[in-house]
């Protein structure tokens, strides 16, 4: 369950920090335009995810990589192709995880995912000061080419300890560069996002879903 908590917080901040169509000024300024124009996008990333070291064992990291298509008002699509086909679609009342190996399919209500994730927030929110009712929000200093933004949970109780965005500067404005997600486990999530296409046209069938013949469906 802590990773589909995981994969579901990731995301939903990435619909929260896809790029924005604004001038270059800086990563809580970004973020804030993002809220208040972004409708739609498309993107390819890549994933790296890192368990906590064991007693005499260096940390585990795996690579994922994939696509992800989102609309507002709470639609969107994770594709992950490698290295396991794994898909994530929100269709606006259910949220549905696949794993196409295991033939499984797991159905939520997706109010109550919102509710339970405080990443929720920044892809609902209108503008800065919603968020910062439910986050502690810090620029940090530039580092790799991006301006940084740290959103910390205000809530003790949640699955995130802190979520870094990094942006980057675009033709149009900055753009998405890095989400890094640290957990309360110490399970860390880099998300690197190349691609994008901004109020991109997207199609009404990406966000449906329909459960293979077969498949083992666990509605919870």
């Known amino acids: 369950m802590k990773s589909i908590h995981h994969r579901i917080a990731a995301a939903l901040l990435a619909l929260a920090a896809l790029s924005v169509s604004s001038a270059w000024a800086g990563g809580l300024g970004s973020l804030e335009q993002f809220v ?14 890192t368990a906590p070291a064991k007693q005499g064992q260096p940390p585990r990291t795996k690579t ?22 794994q898909t994530i679609v929100a269709d606006g009342q259910t949220l ?3 794993d196409v190996d295991l033939n499984q399919v797991t159905a939520r209500k997706q109010e109550q995912v919102l509710g339970s994730t405080p990443a929720a927030i920044i892809a609902a929110a209108p503008d800065l000061k919603a968020l910062e009712k439910d986050f502690t929000l810090a ?19 949640g699955q995130l300890r802190s ?3 990094g942006f980057k500067p675009g033709a149009n ?6 989400l890094d997600i640290l957990d309360n486990f110490g ?5 690197r996002f190349s691609a994008f296409e901004v109020n991109a046209a997207v199609a009404a069938g990406s966000f449906q879903f329909k459960p293979p013949a077969g498949a083992d469906v666990i509605r919870q």
Not at 139 to 157: H, L, M, N, R
């Open 36 to 49: 208040k124009a972004t409708r739609s996008g498309k993107a390819e990333f890549t994933q790296e995810v």
């Open 64 to 85: 994922q990589s994939g696509s992800f298509e989102f609309q507002r008002p709470g639609k969107f699509r994770f594709d992950y192709r490698k290295p396991f086909e």
């Open 96 to 98: 549905w995880l696949h």
């Open 139 to 157: 620029e940090e200093p530039d580092q790799d080419g991006q301006q940084w933004v740290k959103a910390t949970p205000k809530a003790s109780d």
């Open 163 to 165: 979520i870094r965005v």
């Open 173 to 178: 404005g900055p753009q998405l560069g890095t």
């Open 187 to 191: 399970q860390r999530s880099v998300l």
